[in-house]
């Protein structure tokens, strides 16, 4: 889907307290960031905000940093922030410089509705490929645990079989979420969107203890 453009998004990203410029002079140190010892989980590619903004609102206990590469997407999702929410931060990023961001530092990572570069040319720019879950190797502090919602009904499977050659074994799955009514469940934008059009929701959610 092709993102208008916004107009004072450069005001909007360099003016907000909840943007970090230079995320590569934090790698190590995102607890002196936040000023404390929490758990740090971040969402790649949050796209406007609503699921890390509620996220961050619900759990005030953890940490979370939302990433994103797009200026007026993280613009927008900027402006929904509100007001002395002390445990969110947004990075303007590409996922494949993850592992100059942070080191052994994370504890959850989310993919919600990622781009299913659905060619098979375009495999490797899949957020589930191996060449991405290398990165994620180099910033889980101790279990790695990904949690991922898609719409793509291949792109599920392909993560699946992914997730488990690299090692992860699952914890939960889900072939249509929204039957599940389930209460801790936070919709994306792009959720509210396709379960409106009666789309199925797939879920899975993984661990791998790091060796």
Known sequence: MRQRNVKNKKEIINTSSY??????DYKGKWQEVFKNH?????????????FIIEKA??????????????????????????????????LRLDALNISEVFAKEITTIYLNFSDPWPKARHEKRRLTSSRFLDKYALIFKNKAH????????????YS???????????????FD?????????????????????NKPIYKIEVVKTEK
Do not use: C, H, Q
């Not at 943007?19 to 590569?24: C, K, W």
């Not at 929490?38 to 609503?50: A, L, T």
């Not at 979420?177 to 059009?197: C, H, P, Q």
């Open 146 to 157: 990904i949690v991922m919602k898609t719409d793509n009904k291949d792109l599920f499977s």
């Open 19 to 24: 943007y970090i410029e230079n995320p590569m």
């Open 177 to 197: 979420l929204e039957t599940l009514n389930d209460l801790d469940n936070i919709k994306t934008e792009y959720e509210e969107k396709f379960t409106k059009l």
């Open 57 to 90: 609102l619900r759990y005030p206990d953890i940490n979370f940093i939302g990433i994103e590469k797009s200026d007026s997407i993280l613009a927008l999702a900027l402006k929904k922030v509100p007001a002395n929410l002390k445990n969110l931060k947004m």
């Open 160 to 174: 699946i079989k992914t997730l488990n050659n690299y090692g992860y074994y699952i914890l939960d799955i889900t």
């Open 38 to 50: 929490n758990p740090i989980e971040i969402e790649i590619g949050m796209g406007k905000g609503k």
